[in-house]
């Protein structure tokens, strides 16, 4: 989050509820058409962090708002141990799961695994279902920072959950920074992507 934002970008409840979001754009098209009138989107993902108990309530809270502007949301919980990703736009806050996204993305399929990269959907990048692939049946807590360094994504903010019973809820979390002229590293450095968070 930034400082004075009561919103949330990213965030995780004690009760087993997740939720992150991506901006939404569309190869070759428009992005999704939103508007400022409605419920700002971190309002309503902050919502769904103070009173879903289930992926399922945070998924119709997003059918039910006032929505502005499209988002994908990545929702997921501890008790049904399963991620679903929303196309939240103002249109519409539709739920994909691994076997739906990939109608969108033009990704891989993964069995149990939905996803979205960093890049306009759908996408012709194949860097995320190539990590993705690699560690395919053994992707923990331990290793998902692989992904996000490879396939260079989450510049500002990066979150991982565990949800599998061994942990209770794990969560690793890194922000990244800036120098005064807004580059991720140093001053003279050679590497600007040193302080994004993925690198973190």
Same mark, same amino acid.
């Given at each position: 989050? !930034?400082?004075?934002? +009561? ?14 979001? &991506?901006?939404?754009? &569309?190869?070759? &098209?428009?992005?999704?058409?939103? /508007?400022? &009138? ?34 994908? +949301? ?10 679903? #990703?929303?196309?939240?736009? =103002?249109? /519409?806050?539709?739920?994909? *799961? ?15 695994? +939905?996803?979205?990269? $960093? ?26 920072? #692989? ?8 510049? =500002?903010?990066?979150? !991982? ?17 800036? *120098?005064?002229? %807004?580059?991720? %590293?140093?001053? %003279? ?6 302080? $994004?968070?993925? *690198?973190?």
């Amino acid at each position: 989050s !930034f400082p004075g934002m +009561v919103g949330v970008l990213t965030g995780i409840t004690q009760g087993g509820i997740a939720v992150s979001e &991506k901006v939404w754009y &569309k190869t070759g &098209k428009p992005s999704p058409h939103g /508007s400022y &009138k409605g419920e700002a989107d971190v309002f309503v993902l902050r919502d769904i962090l103070q009173y879903s108990k289930t992926k399922e309530d945070a998924i119709k809270t997003m059918q039910n708002a006032d929505r502005t502007w499209g988002i994908w +949301v990545g929702v997921g919980d501890f008790s049904s141990q399963e991620l679903n #990703i929303v196309g939240y736009q =103002q249109a /519409s806050a539709i739920a994909y *799961n691994d076997e739906t996204m990939p109608e969108v993305t033009s990704q891989t399929y993964y069995k149990d695994l +939905v996803y979205v990269d $960093k890049h306009a959907q759908p996408s012709t990048d194949d860097s995320l279902p190539t990590v993705l692939g690699d560690l395919y049946g053994n992707i923990t807590l331990e290793n998902a920072p #692989i992904i996000t360094q490879y396939h260079r994504t989450g510049d =500002q903010q990066i979150a !991982f959950w565990d949800f599998t019973p061994k942990t209770g809820g794990t969560m690793i979390f890194a922000i990244g920074r800036i *120098n005064q002229h %807004g580059e991720y %590293g140093p001053e %003279g450095g050679d590497d600007m992507s040193v302080w $994004k968070a993925y *690198n973190r």
